[in-house]
């Protein structure tokens, strides 16, 4: 497990054991005071001291992530930009900031980090987090006050002096919405680090205190879409020219999209990494799109034994953020590590300049099914911002709380300003267009961002400071009736561009009403027209699998349930039974995927077991194999 840990504590009584009842196995790297414990893995972290003189070391700081560059006064204001330069470490970096300008910097620091300062001189220990919070930190306060913290929640509660349980209205959360909101999770007493923040411990009395100096404010800019179209290629070359260099190799997440073709489009060389279960309509696409670029092709076929085995395999990297399954490479490190050292994605595009982050109202066709008008919504108050949000929650188990109430009690107007679990927004419309991303553990597929750090050097260029001010001025309307990435891939790489979109089947440099319609039609034909027929039935064309057919297809709910069912009896939420009679009902055509999918992760999580004091935790178990299932098309549970 890659990850940092740390305790502090304001008495002093910190000793070289730290660590020692705490962690599965020792620690890389160890730093230990009288008041500061840290614990991390070099893959995970960088480090730097800066001295006082004769030795002595007056702040040491511990960087996990990365940054990109500072520009003075804040991103975005007139101080000029500079990239960090690649012969500079970057903890050693923002050391040399933060002696000239004090915590300051952080306004203008680009980056997807979270900084650690400990300045011994000033008896006092920082964690500074990037403004959307990518790089996410758990913390708690024991009895005792002492503050223990780590990359990684599953970790918290093993700690001898946490006490800790689910709390049941967070629970009730995450296994409605997959995610928890802000700084909420659903163990009592621990809590995610404030986005865009700098929490500061006083070592003196141990006092905590978060100062937010950074929070997303919609200022729409009243320019031509052209305008948008040239400033963000402009910025997303300038972004990937700085982050890549000549002496090493690069890798593309690549789909039959326009995202990760508009990275490699920025990319002079490239391999392409394209995950499927099989050569599809899709990874056809994908190929073609690589070839055309002059990028190697690589598939990495994942399959049913792939998608059960992320059960086990991914159970220590749960993070009450998505399910199982969606640290989508944890599989394949070995295939990408020994190819490239870096790899860029396009993830987020779609919630930052795609309609993703704009309320859509939904337009049921009856028997041809559903589609996404594309206008606004109006959201106008707070109730209608919780309305939004329950219609897309899976909340049809036998919980104790009631979801509404949850909501209700932690999204709620301070002033002028709104209240979102715990992060503060200046406006309902901030909420509204960013809420679903800010902080970025708010969106579920935080747990392939995370998977993707922690493997090697990566970066998704849209969450560089320049573009996401850029989304804070893009007017909603582009957002939703135009198509921002498809016209810049057309400026990058037009040959690119003229090959189809795999959902839309017409070319991305087309009009977004030809885009529109080709996605409806092409959908409309899958359901209703053509007779191809997958050689699997939890097989598609598109990237993912089916996952209720794979449900159906493959018993692993049973066998989870077999060996882990008396720890739902145990825990705030569905028995067993009921799992079970849910996993009927889901067999006989109803789909429940949403429910079971986000079951089967808390009930593989190590800190499931240790709450239930039941079961070993032992991170070397062996791993599942769909094989091991038995297969049949509908499969009876009574």
């Not at 300051?104 to 300062?117: C, K, Q, W």
Request: negative net charge.
């Amino acid at each position: 497990m890659r990850c940092t840990n740390g305790v502090v504590c304001a008495d002093g009584a910190l000793s070289d054991g730290a660590f020692d009842e705490w962690l599965p196995s020792e620690p890389a790297i160890q730093y230990t005071t009288d008041h500061v414990a840290i614990a991390t893995d070099p893959n995970e972290c960088h480090s730097s001291g800066q001295s006082a003189g004769a030795g002595n070391e007056s702040v040491r700081c511990w960087l996990l992530g990365d940054v990109y560059g500072y520009e003075a006064g804040g991103v975005g204001r007139s101080g000029g930009y500079e990239p960090r330069p690649a012969d500079i470490d970057p903890a050693q970096y923002c050391l040399s900031l933060y002696e000239r300008t004090g915590l300051e910097f952080l306004e203008g620091l680009n980056g997807n980090y979270t900084l650690l300062l400990y300045d011994r001189e000033n008896r006092h220990f920082t964690l500074c987090t990037d403004r959307f919070g990518t790089v996410p930190v758990y913390w708690t306060r024991t009895d005792d006050d002492r503050i223990v913290f780590s990359t990684n929640v599953q970790l918290i509660p093993f700690h001898p002096d946490v006490d800790t349980a689910f709390h049941p209205a967070y629970l009730h959360e995450y296994l409605a919405f997959r995610r928890t909101f802000g700084v909420k999770t659903p163990l009592e007493g621990v809590e995610k680090l404030e986005p865009g923040a700098i929490t500061s411990i006083e070592l003196e009395n141990g006092s905590v205190r978060a100062d937010q100096y950074w929070r997303p404010q919609y200022r729409p800019r009243d320019e031509s879409f052209e305008w948008f179209v040239e400033e963000f290629t402009d910025r997303f070359r300038t972004v990937v020219d700085e982050w890549t260099h000549d002496d090493c190799e690069y890798g593309v997440l690549l789909s039959g999209g326009s995202d990760s073709r508009l990275v490699l489009a920025a990319l002079d060389n490239a391999t392409a990494f394209h995950m499927n279960d099989w050569m599809n309509r899709e990874s056809r696409i994908a190929e073609r799109v690589a070839l055309e670029a002059g990028a190697e092709f690589r598939l990495l076929e994942r399959g049913a034994d792939y998608r059960i085995g992320a059960l086990e395999r991914n159970r220590w990297a749960d993070s009450f953020n998505g399910w199982f399954s969606q640290p989508y490479t944890s599989g394949f490190e070995t295939e990408v590590t020994s190819q490239v050292d870096g790899v860029l994605s396009g993830l987020y595009s779609d919630s930052l300049f795609g309609e993703y982050g704009v309320p859509s109202p939904n337009v049921s066709l009856g028997p041809l099914g559903s589609m996404t008008v594309p206008i606004e919504r109006p959201v106008d108050s707070v109730d209608e911002y919780i309305d939004l949000l329950l219609e897309t929650a899976a909340d049809d188990l036998e919980m104790p709380t009631n979801l509404r109430t949850i909501l209700e009690s932690n999204i709620y107007r301070d002033g002028d300003q709104v209240v979102h679990h715990g992060v503060t927004y200046e406006s309902l419309k901030d909420v509204v267009y960013y809420g679903d991303c800010y902080p970025l553990s708010n969106d579920d597929d935080m747990r392939f961002h995370s998977d993707l750090r922690r493997m090697l050097p990566y970066r998704s260029p849209f969450l560089d400071n320049r573009l996401l001010d850029l989304s804070l001025s893009m007017p909603p309307r582009y957002k939703l009736r135009r198509d921002l990435i498809g016209q810049a891939v057309t400026r990058l790489d037009p040959d690119l561009a003229a090959i189809p979109h795999a959902s839309t089947g017409v070319s991305l440099s087309r009009s977004f009403p030809v885009e529109y319609a080709g996605e409806h039609f092409l959908e409309f034909w899958r359901k209703h027209v053509t007779n191809r027929t997958p050689p699997k039935p939890y097989l598609t064309d598109g990237p993912w699998l089916d996952d209720a057919e794979l449900l159906r297809s493959f018993d692993f709910t049973g066998e989870v349930l077999e060996q882990r069912g008396h720890l739902a009896d145990a825990f705030p939420g569905p028995n067993a039974d009921a799992i079970r009679r849910l996993y009927h009902t889901h067999c006989h055509d109803e789909d429940r995927v949403g429910e079971l999918y986000t079951l089967l992760t808390v009930l593989t999580m190590p800190v499931t077991a240790h709450l239930t004091d039941s079961e070993t935790t032992d991170p070397n178990r062996a791993k599942p194999n769909a094989s091991r299932y038995r297969q049949s098309r509908v499969i009876d549970v009574e």
